[in-house]
């Protein structure tokens, strides 16, 4: 087992990541202060690893919530459904609570847990590789709005995540694919040798070898735990963690939530963000083909919607909680593995950005 530190003073802690660690009951118990324990999971994870997890904390007073499934149901009436069930069991402010599952269920139970009786402990148990690499880490909770992704929230850290390497051996290919987005995503903000590696690794990765997988998992919570501790609240560098988000937020908000995956999404728009930063001179086109092409071999989309054009990413551009002032910032490339966040492009280079054949651009890399 590895074990990472996030340092946010008082609010430090560990990320625990090996294969195994949901049947290792000291780990969580050394977490949790009370006796009583809310497992809030959805109803795929659930026939998976609940047991499991329910076995590790034998001893304490337990009550599980099994959420419907998706980002559909990332919302106010699936939160009221996690206070309905910590209600109804009395659960007091000693309460732990325990997120198992993706993203969706980390975001949606920690913001639960910042909420529940003005804010209880909880603990991070993410089961996807996107949760592992990203949402589990760093404090962002919250839900959907009909109107912008994830604008309704707060920050609230977990006392500690738990990365069980082995539950991505269930996870479907499409969704490993996706997380591999969030992977790749740190190699062109902050990590350039990142990126070699991921290259020489992707078959492995997308094989679900362990090895590899633990090391892109550690070396992207690593990434993630730096950029935290620097930038909790997200006043500066934070918010290079956010590459290809603007445009993929719009893709998801635009396509409905759950139509195409939170990692797709950030794949196309980061596809955009590489042919922004190549527009305007920071990227050559050889340093942005290679950025979509890592992309492309994790089988991700880099095509944006088709039916998608300017106004319509710009109407959901405008609410990114980048937006500050009325100008919208946008998290850009100087160079492969350094990442800016600005207001300050030529509008007429985001317009061509947002313009672009994307998909004559993706078959000439193909061909
Ligand atoms: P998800 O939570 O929807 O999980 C993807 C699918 O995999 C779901 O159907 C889930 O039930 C299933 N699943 C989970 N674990 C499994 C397993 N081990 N085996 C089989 N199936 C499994 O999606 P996600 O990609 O994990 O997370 C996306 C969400 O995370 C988005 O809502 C996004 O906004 C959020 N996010 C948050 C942050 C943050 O900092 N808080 C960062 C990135 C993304
Ligand atoms: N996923 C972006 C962040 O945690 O800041």
Redesign the pocket.
Known sequence: MQTLHVELGERSYPIYIGSGLLARPALLAAHIAGRQVAVVT?E??AP??LQTLLQSLAGFNVTSVVLP???AH?NWETLQLIFDGLLSARHDRRTTVIAL???????MA?FAAACYQRGVDFIQV???L??QV??S??G???I?HPLG??MVGAFYQPKAVLIDTA??E???AR?LS??LA?VIKYGLICDEPFLGWLEANMSALRNLDQGALTYAIERSCAAKARVVGADERESGVRATLNLGHTFGHAIETEQGYGVW???EAVAAGTVMALEMSYRLGWLSAAERDRGIHLLQAAGLPVVPPQDMGPEQFLEHMAVDKKVLDGQMRLVLLRHLGEAVVTADYPREILDATLRSDYRALAQSLTS
């Open positions: 959805n795929t994870v998976l690893y499934d998706g980002e990332k599952g993706g993203g969706v269920i980390g975001d920690g993410p089961t996807t996107l949760s990203d949402s880490v760093g962002k909770t919250g959907n992704k994830n539950s991505l269930t996870l479907p969704e996706a997380g969030e995956l939170h990692g």
